[in-house]
């Protein structure tokens, strides 16, 4: 699986979106993107996935570069509950396993 | 379904001890996974199941580690003769084959060799 690159940190103000970007300039054709994130002292969460297109859940929109070597992750409307590390993977269609790196930090402040 | 479940939460052992640690799958879900996660690392991964076959297991689970997966239903980890170095959170997740790159973690246990 093609290995991803995430800034260590950023800081977000409550209510203003939150882009989380991801490099993987060497992803091919059948690897997916996935977006996990992880709370303080719990175990991660799913939050969404695409392969080329744009997807948006009642999350985040995931908006993928046209050559796909970049990702970001939008939080529209972010909240101090959003608080947490957000971890950039990708995996191939008939992967058998996700690779965790070290995600980025992110810190919603009032 | 209340999700993946993971027992104990929390265990304390001194070096030298055996523990053992049980994930309960979302009951649809064929798919089974073991990670490890240290303070300020990702979670790495140990081993998977699929129903009861395990199919792949990471360098990092030495001989001291052993899960298993009978019936294709829950699954324990073993950690024989702890060692300080084993001290982390141990994580579950199952996902369905079909969508293998989604999966459901559990809260963790938490292993804290003395």
């Known amino acids: 699986d093609a290995k991803t690159t995430q800034p260590p940190s950023m800081d977000c103000a409550e209510g203003r979106a939150a882009n989380l970007p991801c490099n993987h300039s060497?992803?091919?054709?059948?690897?997916?993107v996935y977006w996990y994130r992880q709370i303080h002292s719990q175990g991660p969460q799913y939050i969404i996935h695409g392969l080329k297109n744009n997807e948006t859940n009642e999350m985040a929109s995931l908006i993928i570069t046209e050559d796909r070597k970049s990702s970001t992750l939008i939080l529209p409307h972010a909240t101090l509950r959003d608080t947490a590390v957000y971890y950039c993977?990708?995996?191939?269609?008939?992967?058998?396993?996700?690779?965790f790196g070290a995600g980025t930090i992110l810190r919603v402040k009032s | 379904d209340t999700g993946v479940s993971q027992d104990p939460r929390h265990k304390i052992t001194k070096r030298g001890q055996n523990v053992t640690f049980r994930c309960d799958p979302i009951s649809e879900h064929n798919r089974l996974y073991w990670y490890r996660q240290t303070l300020g690392q990702g979670p790495e991964f140990l081993t998977y199941f699929q129903n009861e076959a395990q199919l792949e297991k990471s360098r990092l689970l030495s001989d001291r580690f052993s899960a298993e997966r009978p019936k294709g239903s829950f699954s324990t980890l073993e950690i024989q003769r702890t060692e300080q170095g084993d001290s982390a959170m141990y994580l579950c997740a199952s996902s369905l084959v079909l969508w293998g790159g989604v999966l459901t973690f559990g809260a963790g246990s938490r292993l804290t060799v003395l």
């Open positions: 060497t992803i091919s054709g059948n690897e997916y």
């Open positions: 993977i990708v995996r191939a269609t008939y992967g058998n396993k996700l690779v």
